[in-house]
């Protein structure tokens, strides 16, 4: 019974690239959390999808960041121009229909932007 | 203004101690109250959890003690070993809300 599968691990990307990350959920759970984790700030949440659809994006950088889930399967995570700021891990997580409070991570990708 | 608040970023026990991670929260409306644990390169991993009508939650050598009162919570680690080895993320969310707060974390370091 996989847990959540997040690709790739690890990316370096050079000021001005963009990062495309990917998320494969548990099977059958509903809901769909995307967190950036740092030394600094912790984990901050970043975004949440139900049933595929978004239902708060409220902690995304507006200009630069995109997060889609165009199946139950997986989700991606995009950020377009990236910054050195931008370097965290990650995180993915998914949560089964009524425990949405109960999240299960992935491994996370830990990005570095150059 | 932290929601949740850790009051230690790390702490170093002797293996065998009991290892005591405390945890304090804002919000009255928090009644849900997971614990988190994450080894280097890995995401963090539902450890345990209490719900604010429990006072104590026991599994193995992992408890929580819960002061609604206080605000306030804390996670027992008994017999630690240095596998506990990591950092512990405190949690909280109210009922029926998908956004989950969490702590800054408390490295755990236990010595052989």
């Known amino acids: 019974n996989a847990g959540v599968i997040q690709t790739p691990r690890h990316k370096v990307t050079g000021k001005g690239q963009e990062a495309t990350l990917w998320c494969e959920p548990i099977s059958g759970h509903s809901a769909v959390f995307w967190y950036r984790q740092t030394i600094v700030q912790g984990l901050e949440f970043l975004t949440y999808f139900r049933n595929q659809a978004p239902i708060d994006d409220s902690g995304m950088p507006k200009e630069r960041f995109s997060a889609q889930m165009p199946n139950q399967s997986h989700s991606t995570l995009k950020i377009q121009s990236t910054q050195p700021q931008d370097s965290a891990v990650y995180l993915c997580?998914?949560?089964?229909?009524?425990?949405?409070?109960?999240?299960?991570f992935g491994p996370g990708t830990r990005l570095l932007v150059l | 203004q932290q929601q949740v608040r850790q009051s230690s970023q790390s702490l170093t026990v002797w293996e065998g101690e009991t290892a005591i991670l405390n945890c304090s929260y804002e919000?009255?409306?928090?009644?849900?109250f997971p614990w988190y644990q994450q080894f280097p390169g890995e995401g963090p991993a539902l450890l345990i959890a209490i719900r604010s009508v429990s006072d104590k939650k026991e599994d193995g050598r992992f408890t929580i003690f819960f002061n609604k009162r206080e605000k306030n919570l804390s996670l027992h680690i008994k017999d630690s070993q240095p596998g506990d080895s990591a950092t512990y993320f405190c949690a909280a969310s109210d009922t029926n809300a998908y956004k989950v707060i969490f702590g800054k974390g408390t490295h755990l370091h236990v010595l052989p």
């Open positions: 919000n009255s409306a928090f009644d849900y």
């Open positions: 997580a998914s949560s089964p229909r009524d425990r949405e409070d109960t999240q299960y």
